[in-house]
């Protein structure tokens, strides 16, 4: 079971050559949709970060038989005070609920600045999927929490696997 998931950008160049050079490790090179020259480096092995500048996440919880094949879909949480434990229970529940997702994972990020922030890592075997989920019931939970606002802070990507 997968315990650890690391990320880092880079160029192309950098990326492939980290790759290279490990070649035991479980990578997942991935470009971001909506800017297409934001390339990551997700690290699937499960072991420590071998990356100079990772985002290093722990897992908390995932889905049964948690595939990361195909588009991810990433999604960071920041709440302040009395609705971590709500925000952590309903991204619990999301996890849980889409029938059509390949995989998913609940994580928390790794470092002290970022300590309350909780990431949703999804992964879907095509865009139709993640639309359709995202019109789903089982997202809009998520809607108090996907909202900029003094007590909330929240990010999203979606990143296609490249060739």
């Known amino acids: 079971m997968l315990t650890k998931i690391s990320l880092t950008f880079g160029s192309r160049q950098i990326l492939q050559s980290i790759i290279d050079k490990y070649p035991e490790r479980h990578f997942k090179l991935m470009q971001a949709t909506t800017h297409t020259r934001k390339l990551a480096l997700f690290d699937l092995s499960g072991k420590d970060s071998i990356f100079e500048s990772p985002v290093k996440l722990t897992v908390l919880d995932s889905t049964l038989d948690a595939n990361l094949n195909g588009m991810f879909y990433y999604q ?9 434990k709500l925000l952590y229970n309903t991204l619990q529940k999301v996890i849980t609920g889409p029938s059509d997702m390949n995989g998913g994972y609940l994580l928390k990020v790794d470092n002290k600045v970022e300590a309350t922030t909780l990431v949703l890592l ?10 359709a989920w995202k019109e789903s019931e089982s997202f809009k939970s998520l809607q108090n929490f996907t909202s ?11 990143y296609k696997t490249v060739f």
């Open 148 to 158: 900029m606002g003094s007590d909330n802070s929240y990010y999203d990507e979606i």
């Open 122 to 131: 999804t992964s879907w075997e095509n865009f139709e999927s993640l639309t």
């Open 76 to 84: 960071s949480f920041q709440v302040n005070g009395d609705r971590q």
